[in-house]
C-alpha cells in the first residue's frame, strides 16, 4: 500500500504556475498509475491527469496543452506542472494512486489551488 502526501498549491495570478508535488511511500510506487484530480467548492472532483508507471500520460480536455504530469520513480513523486492558469482552475487538487487505469484506491489530503483574475 502507498500513502500520499501533496505540496505546493496557493495563490497565484491568472497566467501564472505553480507546480505540485506528490510525495508517496511504499516501496512499489514504480508499478503504480498515478492521478491527480480537482474539487472546486459544491463541485464533485473531476479527473485531470493521469502517468502509467512507464510514464504514459493522459489529460482532461480543459487541462491538455497547459498542464503536464510528470513522475521520478527514484524518489518516489510525481508531479503537476501548471501553467497558463485561469480562474476556474481553482480547487483543491488530490494526488492518487492506483494499480490499473482509471480505479484509483488511494488518495492524498489535497492541496488548495487558487487562481485570481
Known amino acids: 500500500q502507498v500513502q500520499l502526501v501533496e505540496s505546493g498549491g496557493g495563490l497565484v495570478q491568472a497566467g501564472g504556475s505553480l507546480r505540485l508535488s506528490c510525495a508517496a511511500s511504499?516501496?512499489?510506487?514504480?508499478?503504480?498509475?498515478m492521478g491527480w484530480f480537482r474539487q472546486a467548492p459544491g463541485k464533485e472532483r473531476y479527473f485531470v491527469a493521469r502517468i502509467s508507471w512507464s510514464g504514459m500520460t493522459y489529460y482532461a480536455e480543459s487541462v491538455k496543452g497547459r498542464f503536464t504530469i510528470s513522475r521520478d520513480n527514484a524518489k518516489n513523486t510525481v508531479y503537476l506542472q501548471m501553467n497558463s492558469l485561469k480562474p476556474e482552475d481553482t480547487a483543491v487538487y488530490f494526488c492518487?494512486?492506483?494499480?490499473?487505469?482509471?480505479?484509483?484506491?488511494?488518495w492524498g489530503q489535497g492541496t488548495q489551488v487558487t487562481v485570481s483574475s
Open positions: 492518487a494512486a492506483g494499480l490499473t487505469a482509471g480505479q484509483y484506491d488511494t
Open positions: 511504499g516501496r512499489t510506487f514504480g508499478s503504480y498509475f
